[in-house]
């Protein structure tokens, strides 16, 4: 993975939130390229080092988001 500064994934490119402003508590898929096969679910209060910060063209109302994967119980 890249070496970046790391932040909550709230706040990151790769929290495939649904939300323009995703709150801590939101639970959403990691799409971070390296861990996207995983279907990782994450909160957004968490975070890691391949933490890359969102920006406009991430949170437009018009970028496509994938469905989030379905909870195994």
Not at 5 to 22: A, E, I, L, V, W
Request: glycine share 6%; aromatic share 6%; with cysteine.
């Amino acid at each position: 993975m890249a070496n970046h500064d790391s932040g909550h994934c709230k706040d990151c490119r790769y929290f495939n939130s649904q939300s323009t402003h995703p709150s801590g508590s939101e639970i959403a898929q990691c799409r971070q390229p390296e861990l996207e096969d995983f279907d990782l679910m994450v909160a957004g209060d968490c975070g890691c080092n391949a933490f890359e910060a969102r920006t406009e063209a991430d949170i437009s109302p018009g970028r496509p988001l994938d469905e989030p994967s379905p909870m195994m119980h």
